[in-house]
């Protein structure tokens, strides 16, 4: 029997057709020993646009489009301001295509994941192939798992509800995309680019925002008071605040006039810690981003290179539990750790295990990060950073709980309430990992006390304070938006259980946060994301709509989850989607925007028409005007406010970051000549175009 082995990329196909003993190299494949191994590129297939539908252009009546069936067409690639066919898509087409057709069944060995089953049910229909097929479903690409992988294959159609959620989820993108942008770009008359997802993202960040700069923050006070016991010196600080600065500085005069302070009451109570759980993706990247300064995207790429060097298992899972059986390799592999340079001692410590993160029942495709047998040797400083990371997490998952002792003291000076917490270790247990401390005046070293100890008043501080905005949102906080569909909760248990109405998939979401980069939606300052004029101003038309309705995503993400567990059928979405799509399609064509994202423009040149105001140009309606103002000068991308200031009184206030011929920055202002060309104006009043 002739077997074909198709993996989503050639260094995978490598490693397999090693196992199964194909060595003879050929163009687009190898064969050998019965089998024969090749390869996508990824997606080499992909929904088509509308031009192949018949439909050309951004027009009203062509709207919505609601394609029946869905067409198929091959990766595309710019060339010469229009989209070709990727040669070399067609080329592995073809050579897939000969392997399908002299084999007499086929191992399906794409990633274990959504988007792998796509992408070989996508090759399997476009090609008209129908060989029976096998499901290789792998979680690490060690030696062993292949090989124990290969044994326990299972039937393709095991894993037609995946592909029917995968299949469903990219035309509900195409139906919304398409026809959101196009809408608004018809009533805007500009150029827009809306999402399922990528919309309701960005309505996300452009609130938190807006909700900070619009922020008042208001003064108020609080009094410290230092005191000892013993050769133990420490602080408290007052239960309440207070706003009126001077009251308040008042009763710091009358509080330094008195000598002792008394010890209102003692609390101890011991806390029981438990450790965290395993990484999920999207836990992971939340930490990289925290600890590292790591995007999204850059986490998901160096583990995405780990796993492919069998350092680490799959890493695009959204679970953080293992099962029973994989919990029996544990032991094996925190053995393996303890020659590990950093977490060695602790790995020989470890003796019994924690089992806090093993539950069968909250495991879907895949469990939840480990590292695999396999011993790192050479790696970067940014991929040995991911790699620690992960090591960790799983030490500490599966240690002891941290056992503290919290102890929680009110201070009474003259009727005036002052508290302090401090904190002891008792068990270091999960958090000897990485040693971790608390800091800060919650938990502050404290002597023995007892209550109505009598202790004297070393100093009375008055401390001014201000109410602060949410921060704005890091790639951190905004990955846990979007896995809470834009609700904050602390709780575990109700993070679980909203984890399936989330925005996005752990897949998907660094995509779509790079996605909003790449349309000049938002930038980074420093860690936080904030949103571009262009962003705000796709944000100000559509805040109100379906389209940024993030609650409304998750619930279509949470139907995504139950078509690909059986519990709702394909049509039953498909048809809530179309209805979906008809209804923002309206809604955007009926916006009235005046101009792209600014107040009404008319053009100095012909005083009649109106300015429109695209992504590289701002232009005259008028085609016999034909006014044009380039958005890049010199290097400098000008912003609405800069090209309004020029249509409007003919210059712009002084701009910096000019760049010359010569690399040298220069600053100008912009200003029109007697043909209404853009020229810079110095200092000295002289226009040099």
């Known amino acids: 029997m002739k077997i074909a082995i198709i993996a989503e990329k050639p260094s995978v196909a490598r490693e397999i057709a090693s196992i199964v003993g194909a060595t003879d190299k050929r163009d687009g494949f190898i064969q050998g020993n019965g089998y024969t191994v090749t390869w996508a590129f990824g997606h080499l297939l992909g929904l088509a646009m509308p031009v192949e539908y018949g439909v050309s252009g951004f027009k009203r009546e062509h709207l919505p489009l609601l394609p029946n069936p869905f067409v198929l067409t091959v990766r595309q690639v710019k060339m010469d301001k229009t989209y070709k066919p990727d040669s070399g898509a067609l080329k592995q087409l073809k050579i897939i295509k000969k392997v399908f057709d002299d084999c007499d069944k086929i191992i399906v060995a794409t990633d274990a994941g959504r988007e792998g089953e796509l992408i070989f049910r996508y090759i399997y229909g476009y090609l008209g192939c129908a060989k029976p097929f096998d499901r290789l479903w792998i979680s690490s690409l060690t030696d062993k798992a292949i090989r124990e992988g290969l044994q326990k294959l299972k039937s393709g159609s095991a894993y037609n509800q995946l592909y029917a959620a995968a299949k469903v989820r990219s035309e509900a993108d195409w139906l919304v995309g398409i026809n959101a942008s196009q809408a608004l770009s018809i009533a805007g008359r500009g150029t827009f680019s809306l999402g399922r997802v990528q919309t309701p993202t960005l309505a996300m960040i452009c609130s938190r925002f807006l909700e900070n700069q619009h922020f008042v923050s208001t003064k108020y006070w609080q009094l410290k008071l230092q005191t000892e016991k013993g050769n133990v010196t420490f602080s408290a600080v007052t239960v309440d605040r207070y706003t009126d600065h001077v009251i308040v500085s008042k009763l710091v005069e009358d509080l330094r006039k008195q000598d002792t302070v008394r010890i209102q009451s003692v609390e101890s109570k011991v806390v029981h810690q438990e450790p965290p759980l395993l990484y999920d993706l999207t836990n992971l990247q939340k930490e990289a981003n925290i600890k590292l300064g790591f995007s999204a995207d850059k ?350 009184t003919g210059k712009t206030d002084i701009i910096k970051g000019f760049k010359s011929k010569d690399g040298k920055s220069f600053e100008a202002s912009l200003t029109f000549d007697a043909e209404f060309h853009v020229v810079f104006e110095y200092a000295q009043k002289k226009p040099i175009k």
């Not at 056992?403 to 904190?423: H, Y």
Request: hydrophobic share 40%; glycine share 4%; with cysteine.
């Open 299 to 648: 986490t998901l790429s160096i583990a995405q290179k780990l796993y492919e060097a069998k350092l680490i298992t799959y890493p695009r899972t959204g679970s953080r539990y293992i099962s029973e059986d994989v919990f029996e390799t544990i032991p094996e592999l925190i053995e393996s750790l303890k020659s590990h340079s950093r977490f060695g001692p602790y790995a020989a410590s470890l003796s019994s295990l924690n089992s806090l993160c093993v539950d069968d029942k909250k495991i879907m495709d895949h469990h939840a990060l480990l590292i695999t047998e396999n011993c790192p040797t050479k790696l970067s400083d940014a991929e040995n950073s991911i790699y620690d990371m992960i090591v960790g997490r799983m030490l500490e998952a599966f240690s002891v709980k941290c056992v503290k002792e919290i102890t929680s003291i009110l201070i009474s000076c003259d009727d005036v309430v002052f508290g302090v917490k401090g904190a002891v270790i008792k068990e270091a247990g999960w958090s000897a990992v990485f040693n971790l401390q608390e800091d800060g005046e919650e938990n502050a070293l404290l002597p023995i006390l007892l209550k109505d100890d009598i202790l004297p008043l070393k100093d009375i501080e008055l401390l001014e304070k201000q109410t602060k905005p949410k921060p704005l949102h890091t790639e951190s906080s905004l990955l846990s938006a979007m896995e809470n569909a834009g609700k904050e909760l602390e709780n575990e248990e109700e993070r679980l259980a909203m984890k399936e109405s989330g925005i996005g998939t752990p897949a998907t979401r660094a995509a779509i946060i790079e996605t909003l980069f790449k349309r000049d939606y938002i930038r980074r300052e420093k860690k936080s994301l904030v949103p571009t004029e262009k962003g705000l101003s796709v944000y100000t038309i559509v805040k109100d709509k379906q389209i940024a309705d993030v609650q409304m995503t998750g619930m279509w993400e949470n139907t995504l989850s139950k078509i690909e567990s059986g519990e709702m059928a394909v049509e039953t979405f498909l048809r809530a989607i179309e209805i979906h799509t008809v209804q923002i399609t309206a809604e955007l064509l009926d916006t009235k925007i005046s101009t792209v994202g600014t107040s009404q423009c008319l053009c100095p040149k012909c005083k009649s028409a109106e300015m429109l105001f695209y992504d590289k140009v701002v232009k005259c309606s008028d085609k016999d005007c034909a006014l044009l103002v380039y958005r890049n000068r010199s290097e400098k991308q000008l912003t609405d406010s800069q090209i309004i200031a020029l249509l409007t």
